[in-house]
Nanobody, 122 residues
Framework: VQLVESGGGSVQAGGSLRLSCVAS????????MGWFRQAPGKLHEGVAG????????YYADSVKGRFTISQDNAENTVFLQMNSLKPEDTAMYYC?????????????????WGQGTQVTVS
């Protein structure tokens, strides 16, 4: 199983980025895919999760109204649209797959992880 993130970069505060995560060797049928982030010196944080079946979404309070998670099941891809970015959103962002449906924002519940993509907001 391989998860490959892309779309990170450097933007000014108020800007937008769209992250993508393509999963190969893995076809979800139930459960969650999610986005997490970790900034230097800070804990791993669940940002957003989405149920493969039905598409219900979950967000951390810190990103509600600014970030949107979506998926293309046919392409085994999950996206994270990030708008109104703030300097405190600066972190390495990781895609994760295969968590139980009731644990979409729990990092320890996920089986597969990508290598991460850096997001820097100045």
């Amino acid at each position: 199983v391989q998860l490959v993130e892309s779309g990170g970069g450097s933007v000014q505060a108020g800007g937008s980025l769209r992250l993508s995560c393509v999963a190969s060797g893995y076809t979800a049928s139930t459960g969650c895919m999610g986005w997490f982030r970790q900034a230097p010196g800070k804990l791993h944080e669940g940002v957003a999760g989405i149920l493969y079946a039905g598409g219900s979404t979950y967000y951390a309070d810190s990103v509600k109204g600014r970030f949107t998670i979506s998926q293309d099941n046919a392409e085994n891809t999950v996206f994270l649209q990030m708008n109104s970015l703030k300097p405190e959103d600066t972190a390495m962002y990781y895609c994760a797959a295969n968590a139980p449906r009731w644990q979409c924002l729990v990092s320890g519940a996920y089986h597969y992880w990508g290598q991460g993509t850096q997001v820097t907001v100045s």
